[in-house]
């Protein structure tokens, strides 16, 4: 597919090779927290709680820097796969936790102590088993921080995020996911670090987040990997939705480059709602329009992607994607036009 080689002056978007989207310099995310393995035993230390509202499966961001110690728990890595007493009492309703957006069910095999929870910016120590060969984190201990590092970007990086989440210290669960297979996928939350929500960072601090993971999303879409650019792309804007009306101009930016890989990702119609968030603020946003008729084309809106198509080349008629898209736009409605007529001369021949 063509894309609009146009940028506004001073405007940052995201570029893809295979696609001619356009090059613009980008700062490049440094992701310095990385996977590592760890040793069998946790350490023991003392637990300190503080009580804290829990929003459920929130995907949250990493602040740097803020980490305060709360950890402690020691977990018997020995015991961490089943109950330990000899008989288990039946399980009951609060034994299971529905993830809102149906991607997975906890079944609580041993329960965590305390009310509080992993939030941004958690160091948690984690021993996990059971994910298919390839798609998971190494078996055993593991160090992941909330909101931070490349683990995220994995498959089962999201799904281990929003878990954690529900999890208190010390809980060992069993997580059951639509039509997965084999083995059940088991997690430890052995101990964590004090962490933050997203309502409690300043305003610098979730513009700097926004950049970072608008930074890393360009990195991964510029690598080929649309899907995970737009889940770096979504929680930058999650960050700055929370910010005071009309909010900062990268919002413009992330919903166009969020519409880029949505058309990449065979999602027309939701690359045509993240271009209507632009074309709110910036009417005459040239990429916004180019893309937004292409998703309008891909849902068969043909009137519709020949005017936005329209507008891209009274703004810049020079442009040679927009001019390949529309006279793609034109021939596909004359089929459409052909195929009607064929039909009512069926109709009423």
Known sequence: MDTLPVSPVGEEDISQPQQQWEKNPLENLDSATQ????????????????????????????PQGTEKPVTGLEVDSDKSHGPT????????????????DGSFVKKILIRGHGLDK???????????????????PPEGWTELTM?????????????????????????EAELQLPGHSGPP???????FTQGRDSWELETSEKEALAKEERARGTE???????????????????????????????RIVLHANLAACQLLLGQPHLASQSCDRVLEREPGHL??????????????NLEKATADLKKVLAL??????????????????????????????KMFG
């Open 35 to 62: 996977i590592r393995q760890q040793p069998r035993d946790p350490p023991t230390q003392t637990l300190e709680l503080v009580v804290s509202p829990d929003p459920a499966c929130q995907i949250l961001e990493n």
């Open 85 to 100: 007493s000899g008989v288990r009492e039946p399980l009951q309703a609060s034994d299971f936790w529905y993830c809102p």
């Open 118 to 136: 992993p939030k941004l910016g958690s160091h948690c120590r984690v021993l996990a088993f059971g994910f298919p060969f390839g798609s998971g």
């Open 147 to 171: 909101g931070v590092g490349p683990w995220r970007e994995e498959t089962w990086g999201e799904l281990i995020e929003k878990c954690l989440e529900s999890m208190c210290q010390g809980e």
């Open 185 to 191: 996928i088991r997690l430890t939350l052995a101990s």
């Open 220 to 250: 991964l879409f510029r690598a080929g990997n649309p899907e995970a650019a737009a889940q770096c792309y979504g929680r930058a804007l999650r960050l700055l939705l929370t910010l005071p009306p009309p909010g900062p101009p990268e």
């Open 287 to 300: 990429k916004a329009l180019y893309r937004r008729g292409v998703a309008q084309a891909a849902l068969g």
């Open 316 to 345: 810049d008629p020079q442009n040679g994607a927009a001019q390949e898209e529309l006279r793609k736009v034109v021939i596909q409605g004359k089929k459409q036009d052909a195929r009607l007529a064929k039909g009512l001369r």
